[in-house]
């Protein structure tokens, strides 16, 4: 006589791909001034989310978007995280570290799913960056910002937008400037929007990233800071949170400026022109073509700023010294 499996009505569905996982610790967050549905099965996860986000303003809001995030126990990741791989097809946007550990954006549909290993979710500063600060940069154009891949200091919501190539000081010299009293809203991703006809913008939630070297110039990282290895690379990670208001607002900019590392012992500020083509290159992503208006929009109004290249030599405390003028115009 042959036999067949048979499963118990009470135990559920085989669920293999862990699709109809509880998310019973779940919660509306502010973001950048944007309502996200955050739904987790892990109460450590939810805890530190709650933690993050709780440096915005509470909204009323319906979500704009839903973000759930499994936590599954196999199979095992542990860090240092593997590497990412991105693409995307139409309304999709696919985001994986290694093998099993993935996010999955639908922007039609406005919510993303995210599976993460125990080993990875147990790993607070990955789980801010890598992985949330990529999760949210996925969605921000959806939530109608333009994501630019810069730094941001300044005070009384007043801003000056810090942009350079890697290696060339921005992290460093915003970090110096917030010493001397500004406020240092974003070290690598300023949302743009434009509200009200007006440009604004706000900084980024994870934490600022300096490379090892350069702790040479600024030792003190060495006890404010928390190592964080991605494959080949070290980071030293600090909590910017300290040098911000209490209450995350948006920011209004008032000039950019881009900086040049090693070109000049003596540091030189200059005018610049022909904005546009410079801020393209700065883009963190090439959005899709439903999204050109608003990307053209916040574009358009930065290259009405005044901007500036500002050369200086290997200190970048040479190029720091100028942020505060910029913000008052010279």
């Known amino acids: 006589m042959s036999s067949t499996a048979y499963t118990a009505p009470n135990q559920g569905r085989h669920d293999p791909l862990r699709r109809f996982t509880?998310?019973?610790?779940?919660?509306?967050?502010?973001?950048?001034?944007?309502?996200?549905?955050?739904?987790?099965?892990?109460?450590?996860?939810?805890?530190?989310?709650?933690?993050?986000?709780?440096?915005?303003?509470?909204?009323?809001?319906?979500?704009?978007?839903?973000?759930?995030?499994?936590?599954?126990?196999?199979p095992e990741t542990v860090p240092p995280w593997p590497r990412r791989c991105a693409f995307s097809d139409g309304d999709l946007r696919y985001l994986h570290f290694g093998q099993s550990n993935f996010v999955a954006v639908d922007l039609n549909g406005r919510q993303a799913v995210a599976y993460l290993s125990q080993g990875l979710a147990d790993d607070p500063l990955g789980f801010v960056s890598p992985?949330?600060?990529?999760?949210?940069?996925?969605?921000?154009?959806?939530?109608?910002?333009?994501?630019?891949?810069?730094?941001?200091?300044?005070?009384?919501?007043r801003g000056v937008i810090v942009m350079a190539a890697p290696n060339n000081g921005k992290t460093t010299a915003s970090y110096i400037a917030a010493k001397k009293g500004?406020?240092?809203?974003?070290?690598?991703?300023?949302?743009?929007?434009?509200?009200?006809?007006?440009?604004?913008?706000?900084?980024?939630?994870?934490?600022?990233?300096?490379?090892?070297?350069t702790l040479q110039f600024l030792p003190e990282l060495v006890n404010v800071t928390q190592r964080f290895h991605y494959r080949d690379f070290t980071f030293h990670y600090f909590d910017k949170r300290v040098f911000q208001p209490a209450r995350t607002e948006?920011?209004?900019?008032?000039?950019?400026?881009?900086?040049?590392?090693?070109?000049?012992?003596?540091?030189?500020?200059?005018?610049?022109?022909?904005?546009?083509?410079?801020?393209?290159?700065?883009?963190?992503?090439?959005?899709?073509r439903r999204f050109h208006t608003q990307t053209t929009e916040v574009f358009d109004a930065l290259a009405s700023l005044p901007a500036y290249e500002l050369a200086y030599?290997?200190?970048?405390?040479?190029?720091?010294?100028?942020?505060?003028?910029?913000l008052n115009g010279l």
């Open 313 to 326: 030599g290997e200190d970048p405390a040479a190029a720091a010294k100028f942020f505060p003028l910029l």
């Open 182 to 213: 500004l406020q240092f809203y974003a070290d690598r991703a300023v949302f743009l929007e434009i509200d009200g006809g007006r440009l604004r913008g706000w900084g980024d939630f994870w934490p600022a990233a300096f490379r090892s070297e």
């Open 131 to 157: 992985f949330l600060d990529q999760l949210f940069s996925m969605t921000a154009a959806s939530l109608g910002f333009t994501t630019l891949f810069a730094a941001c200091v300044g005070s009384a919501r």
């Open 250 to 288: 948006p920011i209004i900019p008032v000039c950019c400026v881009f900086l040049r590392r090693g070109v000049t012992a003596e540091a030189c500020l200059t005018p610049v022109s022909g904005m546009e083509l410079r801020l393209a290159g700065f883009a963190s992503f090439h959005e899709d």
């Open 22 to 74: 509880s998310t019973p610790h779940a919660a509306q967050f502010t973001i950048c001034g944007r309502t996200i549905r955050f739904e987790t099965n892990s109460g450590k996860l939810f805890s530190q989310a709650a933690q993050l986000f709780e440096q915005y303003s509470a909204s009323v809001e319906e979500p704009q978007f839903l973000w759930k995030i499994v936590v599954q126990s196999s």
